[in-house]
């Protein structure tokens, strides 16, 4: 599974943004995505993830209400809509894929991923 983030890019605060990740494959489906994002000097983090059917999701708490996450089967791919964007979310944004439709907030849990989306907000 080859992964391909993208519609990151420098933010002013208050404003939105929404990142995408193309899948390759005819079995995208089956796969739960996630969202992680790494920021300078820090370790990677747990943003958001979906069922393979879109029916469930779960975020961290440091982004419920201002992150949604959501995806398109028939386009095998996942976006990630960020509003209200912080400072604090500057960071290289992850996509990744895990072999099962289920989720999970560890990133062990993901089997492929993506080069990342960078994501910059000026305050």
């Known amino acids: 599974v080859q992964l391909q983030a993208c519609g990151g890019g420098l933010v002013q605060a208050g404003t939105s943004l929404r990142l995408s990740c193309a899948a390759s494959?005819?079995?995208?489906?089956?796969?739960?995505m996630g969202w992680f994002r790494q920021a300078p000097g820090k370790e990677r983090e747990f943003v958001a993830a979906?069922?393979?059917?879109?029916?469930?999701?779960i975020y961290a708490d440091s982004v419920k209400g201002r992150f949604t996450i959501s995806r398109d089967n028939a386009k095998n791919t996942v976006y990630l809509q960020i509003d209200s964007l912080k400072p604090e979310d500057t960071a290289v944004y992850h996509c990744?894929?895990?072999?099962?439709?289920?989720?999970?907030?560890?990133?062990?849990?993901?089997?492929?991923w993506g080069q990342g989306t960078q994501v910059t907000v000026s305050s």
């Open positions: 979906i069922t393979g059917s879109g029916r469930s999701t």
């Open positions: 494959g005819r079995t995208f489906s089956s796969y739960g």
């Open positions: 990744a894929a895990r072999l099962q439709p289920t989720v999970v907030m560890s990133n062990r849990g993901y089997d492929f």
